[in-house]
């Protein structure tokens, strides 16, 4: 089964660090480009971050960039997500997704199931 | 960056009926754009990508269409388990922007 299952969210305080993982399997991990997408309480969704297959090209949103860095492990089959000086806008549910093809855009197909991200004193 | 506005924002229908919701680019986004599906404390799942190809497993109730900055996703015959918020994207470039969602519920 095509699967991502995220882990590492948890409550943190403003200006702390956080490393949210995902592991994939049932699918070639090292052939697709990956995501991170995060929906604050309440809200829509906001695409975070993307990395290419061999990690080549990496693009973050405004409000992450400096802050967040995207990483991944072929041979581990696992993405990464390092987010340093939080603040409470960054709490919210990421989300790893796949993106259909490596080395173009394209739409996420398969998503993990979340993880929980709380930036409060 | 390229914004997406999705309308209606909310939208109330029966069992049976025929609902489109439509979103627009900001600028072109040559059929950059895929739509999905949310349902509570879920994660979204594609429907439709390249603007109007289903996702395999999505019901054919579902269809997209659009081209330039204006695109669109029909369904056909609301079933009880469409009850949703959908989202569209776009995908032509970073950042890829996602439209407010539109949430739709049972009248």
């Known amino acids: 089964e095509v699967q991502l299952v995220e882990s590492g969210g948890g409550l943190v305080k403003p200006g702390g660090s956080l490393r949210l993982s995902c592991a994939a399997s049932?699918?070639?991990?090292?052939?697709?480009?990956m995501n991170w997408v995060r929906q604050a309480p309440g809200k829509g969704l906001e695409w975070v971050s993307s990395?290419?297959?061999?990690?080549?090209?990496?693009y973050y949103a405004d409000s992450v960039k400096g802050r967040f860095t995207i990483s991944r492990d072929n041979a581990k089959n696992s993405l990464y997500l390092q987010m340093n000086s939080l603040r409470a806008e960054d709490t919210a549910v990421y989300y790893c997704?796949?993106?259909?093809?490596?080395?173009?855009?394209?739409?996420?197909?398969?998503w993990g199931q979340g993880t929980m991200v709380t930036v409060s004193s | 960056d390229i914004q997406m506005t999705q309308s209606p924002s909310s939208l109330s229908a029966s069992v049976g009926d025929r609902v489109t919701i439509t979103c627009r680019a900001s600028?072109?986004?040559?059929?950059?754009l895929a739509w999905y599906q949310q349902k509570p404390g879920k994660a979204p799942n594609l429907l439709l990508y390249?603007?109007?190809r289903l996702e395999s497993g999505v019901p054919s109730r579902f269809s997209g269409s659009g081209s330039g900055t204006d695109y669109t996703l029909t369904i056909s015959s609301l079933q009880p388990e469409d009850f949703a918020t959908y989202y569209c994207?776009?995908?032509?470039?970073?950042?890829?922007?996602f439209g407010q969602g539109t949430k739709l519920e049972i009248k």
């Open positions: 997704a796949r993106a259909r093809r490596d080395g173009y855009p394209d739409a996420f197909d398969i």
């Open positions: 049932g699918f070639t991990f090292s052939s697709y480009s």
């Open positions: 990395i290419s297959s061999s990690s080549s090209y990496i």
């Open positions: 600028q072109g986004i040559s059929n950059s």
């Open positions: 390249a603007a109007s």
């Open positions: 994207q776009q995908y032509y470039s970073t950042p890829y922007t």
